[in-house]
Structure formats: C-alpha cells, structure tokens
C-alpha cells in the first residue's frame, strides 16, 4: 500500500481544487444514491448510506444535496439508475490497478477506461486479471503529528485493528471490514484526528516504480482514471520511492 498512501497523502496536501468540486459531488452523489437504492434510505441501518453521508460532509456537501441524493437512490424523487462495474487493468512497469466505477452507460465507460490506459501507457485487462491482488481492509490514515505510536496503537489495537504501519510522515491503521467503525470511532473518541478513514482495496505486495518515465507515466495514468466522471475509486499496488514520488507528481 505504502506507494499509493504516498500519493494520496500528495494529493490531499494539494487539497483539492475549486474546478474539481463538482466532479467531487458527483462523485458523492452517486455512491450515497447507489447506497440508498440498494440498503434503503435509513442511515442508521444502512452502513454503506452512513459512511457516504459522512464522505460528503467532510467535502462539505451541502445538505440539501445529500437529501436529495437519498430520495433519488431510494425513488421518491426521480433520478438516474447506476451500476457498479470493477474494471481492471496494468500501468507501467507491470503495476496492478483495480478501477471502481458507477455507471450509466457501461460502454462509454470501458471505451475511455481503455482509451486511458492505453495512452498511459498500460492496458486494460480480463476480469478477473488483478483482482486476487487486493484485499478489502479498513484504513485510516494520520499524521504523525497528531499523535505518538504509543497511544495510537493502545487505541487502536484494544478496539480491534490488526495493523499499525509507518508511512514518512504519517501512520497507517489498518483492520477488518466489520471493525472498521469501532476502530475509528475510539481513535476520533481519544481526540486523534484523521487525515483520511475509509473501507479499501488494500495490495497483497507491491511493485516497485524507480524509473522516473515510468513513475511519471504511472501517475499521470492514476489522476486521468481518477478525474474521469464514472471513475469513484482506483487502486494501485505500487511503490515509488519518497523522492522520487515528490519530483515526478
């Protein structure tokens, strides 16, 4: 994981800027009508709803727009039907990728999936081809700052996570699916705050970039996959040492 929690750690320091806003909700739109639709309309039931709510409130959403989301994903109010559609592929030098989609025309959406690898310079792959790479681990990321290893593992660990690792400047704690919400509920109970906390696609192993054209291509690939409109999440399994993650991105 600890390639692509540089990056993300990158991008969040970046911040995300105005112009990408209303992809974000877009984004956020679909997967709470996606929730709804499909888990019912009742946050306090429905986990997934839940946790996209919060999504949307930490990106300040306004809250007339997740309501609306709800009663369109539930049908009260008229909306657009999507389906969700894992692609997945390989980038430069042989890097697993795994693309989360939501969708209302899947053949437009393979078309530019397609389109997007091949002009990055990887391919996109069979079903079934990268998936066994990945694993399904809650994960919330902090930064060193805000606390010392000590504490955040006597936290973390009495409440059912099975991992603490060290990534530079941040921690990363890692846990079951099913424990996710105690183990971040007493991490934000202890006052520690959080630079990101969400059920992932973790890698089984990575791969390691240190060729700076294919590290530059590679991440130009991973932000065309993640700035496309029907693209919710991608997973990649690569390593790019620290300095040279920082020159190329």
Do not use: C
Not at 163 to 189: Q, R, Y
């Amino acid at each position: 994981m600890s390639g692509h929690s540089k990056w993300s750690t990158i991008k969040h320091k970046k911040s995300a800027q105005d112009a990408k806003r209303g992809k974000i909700f877009t984004k956020l739109t679909k997967e709470i009508m996606v929730a709804a639709r499909l888990g019912g309309g009742d946050p306090s039931a429905n986990p997934r709803l839940r946790a996209a709510i919060q999504a949307a409130k930490s990106e300040n959403m306004p809250k007339d727009k997740i309501e609306r989301a709800i009663k369109k994903g539930t049908g009260e109010i008229e909306g657009e039907r999507y389906e969700e559609i894992q692609y997945e592929g390989y980038g430069p030098g042989g890097v697993a990728i795994l693309v989360e989609s939501m969708t209302d025309n899947r053949q437009r959406t393979v078309a530019d999936l397609r389109h997007l690898f091949s002009k990055h310079g990887g391919n996109l792959g069979e079903p079934g081809s990268v998936a066994w790479m990945f694993e399904k681990k809650g994960l919330i990321v902090i930064e060193k700052e805000a606390v010392d290893e000590d504490t955040l593992m006597t936290v973390a660990l009495e409440a059912g996570a099975d991992d603490l690792n060290e990534e530079d400047d941040i921690w990363e704690v890692h846990t079951d699916p099913s424990a996710f919400e105690e183990v971040k509920s007493a991490i934000e109970g202890e006052g520690i705050s959080f630079q990101s906390a969400k059920v992932t696609m973790v890698p089984k192993n990575v791969v390691k970039v240190e060729d700076e054209k294919q590290a530059s291509q590679l991440l130009r690939l991973m932000d065309a996959l993640e700035d496309h409109g029907d693209v919710q999440n991608v997973y990649a399994n690569f390593d790019i040492p620290g300095e040279l993650l920082e020159k190329v991105a």
